[in-house]
């Protein structure tokens, strides 16, 4: 790495494509319940078969999906969050850059 500099219009595009996966979730877990509901209607017969899906997916399954939405969203904002402090320490930095630079006599900088 050569620079440190962060191209936040770089930043934004990944994130927008990150929160649109992440949009996609929701259609997974919809998916989801609807798979073992169906599983388990076709099951019915067996108590032991759809009590077993059923704590399958209550402690794995959704548990797990939950935990990347969760994560994915988290990462985000906090992605945002860094990019703004980022930004503004760049205009602080330019601030306090011009108001250490020499003036020559008679110049305002207002």
Do not use: F, K
């Amino acid at each position: 790495m050569t620079s440190w500099e962060v191209h936040c219009d770089e930043v934004s595009s990944v994130l927008r494509a990150i929160e649109q996966t992440a949009q996609e979730y929701a259609a997974h877990r919809q998916r989801l319940h609807a798979a073992i509901a169906e599983v388990m209607g076709a099951l019915a017969q067996s108590a032991v078969v759809t009590a077993s899906i059923e704590q399958l997916a209550e402690t794995v399954l959704l548990p797990q999906l939950e935990h990347v939405l969760a994560t994915t969203t988290a990462t985000v904002e906090g992605t945002r969050c860094a990019v703004a402090a980022y930004l503004d320490g760049d205009t602080r930095m330019a601030q306090h850059s011009l108001e250490a630079s020499p003036r020559p006599d008679g110049w305002s900088r207002t």
